[in-house]
């Protein structure tokens, strides 16, 4: 979701909720820092109930939404214990995997097909 989408003064909970209902599929992107990654107050930024994409991603997997982790370069896929109870669920579906380097821009055509491929079936 872009963020700059989102009009000034607009309650950003409300907003992705309402967004979500017109969602077929959401992907949640994940580099190899995603589990790791820390606010201004040194906590772990998937740790804060208030994070934005925590918010979005909890939002998604609530309304049952098709939610697919899309793994960029080296990262791994995250286990229940290492992702918030809310989130715990993302853990057992199924990735893709999309590597940096040459293929890159292959590898997003071909994602792109079969997601295209998916969703309209």
């Given amino acids: 979701m872009d963020l700059d989408s989102i009009p000034p003064g607009v309650d950003f909970v409300s907003y992705?909720?309402?967004?979500?209902?017109?969602?077929?599929?959401?992907?949640?992107?994940?580099?190899?820092?995603?589990l790791t990654v820390t606010g201004a107050d040194g906590r772990r930024r998937l740790d804060d109930e208030q994070d934005r994409v925590r918010l979005e991603v909890a939002a998604a997997l609530r309304r049952d939404i098709r939610v697919v982790?899309?793994?960029?370069?080296?990262?791994?896929?995250p286990t229940v214990e290492?992702?918030?109870?809310?989130?715990?669920?993302?853990?057992a579906?199924?990735?893709?995997?999309?590597?940096?380097?040459?293929?890159?821009r292959e590898e997003i055509d071909d994602f792109s097909r079969l997601l295209a491929e998916t969703v309209t079936s």
């Fill in 93 to 104: 579906r199924n990735a893709e995997f999309i590597a940096s380097g040459r293929r890159l």
């Fill in 69 to 77: 982790p899309v793994l960029l370069g080296n990262a791994g896929m």
């Fill in 16 to 34: 992705i909720d309402s967004f979500l209902e017109s969602c077929h599929v959401v992907l949640v992107l994940i580099g190899p820092a995603w």
């Fill in 82 to 91: 290492q992702l918030p109870l809310e989130l715990g669920s993302l853990a």
